[in-house]
């Protein structure tokens, strides 16, 4: 017993901690720390000119661009398929419903390739959409597409249960002071959606924005317009350039670092705004 | 005073519940959805399937045969059998640490378990490559820009160990990618389930081992199920943070997902996609045991979608 509490009669948990701990630094900590080791062989001046190159630049604006606009986008639709998921009946729901979660479980090369085939000018999509004048691979388009399909699941699935869990009273008590439909979605309920629905969109902006395999295939990886960061790490990596590929990637980790404790803050504010109802 | 209970309206002229939409809005919202998850999941799943027989069966099966593609299959099997087993055993210590007892800093641990989630794939291999790379801290003795475990690197090229380029660095990666899918599912579960059915048994003379083997696994099967699967999934399909320390060389450390991009960049699409409806047939097989698994536990479903980050 390492710490000073009851004896407990549960035995193993030197064991178990023990255990977790070693592996953990093993397997994630230790690694994880070469990264800032290998970023202090470089100097502060080093640093900053890799990190705010004109090419390190255009590749946070559109990695951060896209995933913002995929993550609003499968905010609105992802409220509908939610909604409708819960509330509706029609056939084929269940199988509707357990498809969201493909673009978790599909290898995001698989992903990739197919969204890459679909949007080309010769595919199913992308000829149509060629003579509409939209080019879509290749393209900041194609970005958007992929980080759109990659975050579908996380705002279902952060939506969904909130609205299950909903009281059918509420609505109830609003309709009978005389609110319509629409006021009682928009004054009622989605007020109370709103910690899921921030929680969803920061979960689908922080996955698209470490985004690679479903991405690299419809980017087409065009330097200063198509590059993404993860591809831009890439590119250093295979031009051996360690240092250079570590700096960008600090920029990454702290940005995502920030995102979790934003993701926390909220995950903790919904579970009071949910546990007071 | 007695009351007449209220009769209910038949159904011809009861109101519409006030709690529900116009028919149109509900048929233009199903529309909507249909629509978009149409557009988004189903026509894509499909393409892989039409696309991977788009030249007929025999060459699906010549591009499923190929030396090249069954040495990427048994080299991804390997990966997930290190993988997942190993992610697995960690994934019950941890949970069984973190809700049967009390300790500082349970929270901060908690974070860190999840930490390979917010992880880019790509900055994820990188983090190998710095290890282990030849210029890493783990690397080629010689070369070393610091001789960190001098003694280990002397083994390591004695030995001529290789990970990174190599199948090691597979593993490894891979295994930093899946780490917390097994805990993370594990930890809420059995915080739920408390402690007293295992203290039960404990003073009813239990052994510990006893006790987890004849209580604590089988209240835990679905959503050790779970948390497998969603791993295995994850383990096989992995591409960035693999492509980063695979070195791509083919037939020896290309993964079935490496040896798809293979052949799409070598422009034999009818190959990729047939190696691909692979990998989308475990995407399927996955998706039908997770709903199994959540049918059979609801908490496993509402613990999963609380905090779905991977």
């Known amino acids: ?277 | 005073m007695t009351t007449a209970a209220p009769q209910p309206l038949p159904t011809a002229v009861r109101p519409r519940s006030v709690t529900s939409e116009p028919s149109w809005v509900r048929g233009l919202l199903i529309g909507v959805t249909l629509g978009f998850l149409g557009l988004f999941l189903i026509l894509p799943l499909l393409s892989v399937f039409l696309q991977a027989f788009g030249k007929g069966l025999e060459y699906y099966g010549r591009a499923i045969a190929d030396p090249l593609a069954w040495s990427a299959l048994k080299l991804t099997l390997l990966t997930a059998g290190f993988a997942v087993p190993l992610n697995c055993v960690f994934g019950v210590a941890a949970a069984w640490a973190i809700a049967k007892f009390q300790f500082p800093g349970k929270t901060v641990l908690i974070t860190l378990i999840d930490l390979p989630f917010s992880i880019s794939p790509v900055v994820a291999g990188l983090i190998f490559v710095l290890v282990f790379g030849t210029k890493g801290w783990l690397g080629d003795y010689e070369n070393a820009e610091h001789p960190w475990f001098p003694w280990l690197q002397t083994w390591l090229n004695a030995h001529d160990f290789q990970i990174i380029y190599a199948v090691p660095g597979i593993v490894l990666a891979t295994i930093f990618v899946t780490f917390p899918f097994v805990a993370r599912e594990l930890i809420p579960l059995m915080q739920a389930q408390g402690r007293t059915e295992e203290e039960a048994a404990r003073v009813l003379g239990a052994s510990g081992w006893q006790t987890f083997w004849l209580v604590t696994l089988p209240n835990i099967r679905w959503g050790l199920l779970y948390g497998v699967i969603l791993c295995n999934a994850r383990a096989m399909g992995e591409f960035g943070a693999v492509s980063v320390v695979s070195g791509h060389i083919r037939g020896q450390t290309n993964t079935l997902p490496l040896h798809v991009e293979y052949l799409y960049d070598s422009y034999d699409f009818t190959a990729a996609f047939a190696v691909a409806s692979l990998l989308a047939l475990l995407a399927l097989v996955t998706l039908v045991v997770k709903t199994w698994a959540e049918r059979k536990n609801v908490a496993v479903k509402s613990s999963w979608r609380w905090a779905p980050w991977c």
């Open chain 1, 1 to 277: 017993m390492i710490f000073s509490r009851q004896r407990s009669v549960l035995p193993g948990f030197n064991l178990t901690l023990g255990f977790t701990l070693f592996y953990l630094s093993l397997v994630v900590l230790i690694p994880l720390s070469s990264i800032f080791f290998k970023t202090s062989t470089l100097s502060w001046a080093e640093f900053v000119r890799v990190t705010t190159s004109p090419v390190a630049l255009a590749s946070y604006r559109l990695t951060f661009g896209a995933s913002f606009c995929a993550a609003l986008v499968n905010a609105v639709f992802g409220l509908i398929v939610a909604w409708v998921l819960v509330r509706y009946q029609f056939f084929g729901k269940r199988l509707l419903d357990a498809l969201v979660d493909l673009p978790f479980a599909l290898p995001t090369a698989v992903a990739g390739i197919t969204l890459a085939r679909l949007y080309s000018d010769n595919g199913w999509l992308g000829g149509g959409l060629a003579h509409l004048g939209l080019t879509v691979a290749n393209t900041r388009l194609g970005i958007f597409v992929a980080l759109t399909f990659i975050g579908l699941p996380f705002m279902v699935r952060t939506v969904q249960p909130v609205l299950e869990d909903l009281d059918a009273e509420i609505e109830e008590a609003a309709a009978s002071l005389g609110a319509n439909r629409w006021q009682t979605f928009w004054r009622v309920i989605f007020p109370m959606l709103t910690p899921a629905l921030l929680t969803g969109i920061a979960l689908a902006f922080a996955r698209a924005l470490g985004e690679y395999g479903s991405v690299i295939f419809i980017a087409g990886n065009i330097p200063l317009k198509t590059v993404i960061t993860p591809v831009l790490i890439m590119g250093e990596l295979d031009s051996f350039s360690y240092a250079k590929a570590t700096a960008l990637a600090v920029v990454m980790l702290v940005v995502s670092f920030t995102l979790i404790l934003f993701i926390n803050a909220l995950q903790w504010w919904s579970g009071r705004h949910h546990g007071q109802n």
